[in-house]
């Protein structure tokens, strides 16, 4: 698929089939995660790939939607903040790092005929229990990945003359 194509079309998938998710289609996402770029190349994240299959009202806790424990897999990403890059004024740089992989990702998995839903409004703490992530870690992202059951609705795109500006404000 051509890339404008492919981030035209792009979706927040709600509703998935059940079918599994074939190992060279999760490694072909996988891989986009891990070649994407992060400051300094620290990659200070991990992805904990999860399989829902019985373990969907455990799962439920962390995001209470039903769409999201229908695919077969759910893709978390934790970001370790000590392994992340600083700038001179001290912003620290993870969160700009572990979009950049996720965007890779659920492009790759667009490309591949799989669906994804970035998740954030989840609950940490429940994520933090059930994945059984060290206190040093935070679990960033969630997103399901399997086969889309439903149809894109329209898209509402602010013009890009509300985003871009040239040479200042």
């Keep these: 698929?051509?890339?404008?194509?492919?981030?035209?079309?792009r979706y927040s998938v709600r509703a998935y089939k059940?079918?599994?998710?074939?190992?060279?289609?999760?490694?072909?996402?996988?891989?986009?995660?891990?070649?994407?770029?992060?400051?300094?190349?620290?990659?200070?994240?991990?992805?904990?790939v999860i399989e829902t299959?019985?373990?969907?009202s455990e799962l439920n806790q962390i995001y209470r939607k039903a769409w999201f424990v229908q695919a077969p897999l759910?893709?978390?990403?934790?970001?370790?903040?000590?392994k992340s890059w600083v700038r001179d004024?001290?912003?620290?740089?993870?969160?700009?790092?572990?979009?950049i992989v996720m965007d890779h990702l659920i492009l790759a998995a667009a490309d591949q005929g799989l669906g994804t839903c970035w998740v954030a409004a989840?609950?940490?703490?429940?994520?933090r229990e059930i994945l059984e992530l060290p206190q040093e870690v935070e679990p960033l992202i969630f997103t399901p990945l399997g086969?889309?059951?439903?149809?894109?609705?329209?898209?509402?795109?602010?013009?890009?003359?509300?985003?871009?500006?040239y040479n200042k404000w």
């Design 1 to 9: 698929m051509y890339f404008q194509d492919l981030i035209r079309n």
């Design 18 to 48: 059940p079918d599994p998710v074939e190992q060279e289609k999760l490694n072909h996402v996988l891989e986009a995660a891990r070649i994407a770029p992060t400051a300094a190349n620290r990659k200070p994240f991990r992805l904990i």
């Design 53 to 56: 299959e019985g373990r969907k």
């Design 74 to 82: 759910l893709i978390c990403a934790v970001g370790i903040p000590a």
């Design 89 to 99: 004024d001290m912003r620290r740089y993870l969160d700009v790092d572990i979009a």
């Design 122 to 127: 989840f609950n940490a703490d429940k994520a």
């Design 147 to 165: 086969y889309p059951a439903d149809t894109p609705g329209s898209k509402q795109r602010k013009p890009i003359s509300d985003l871009i500006s």
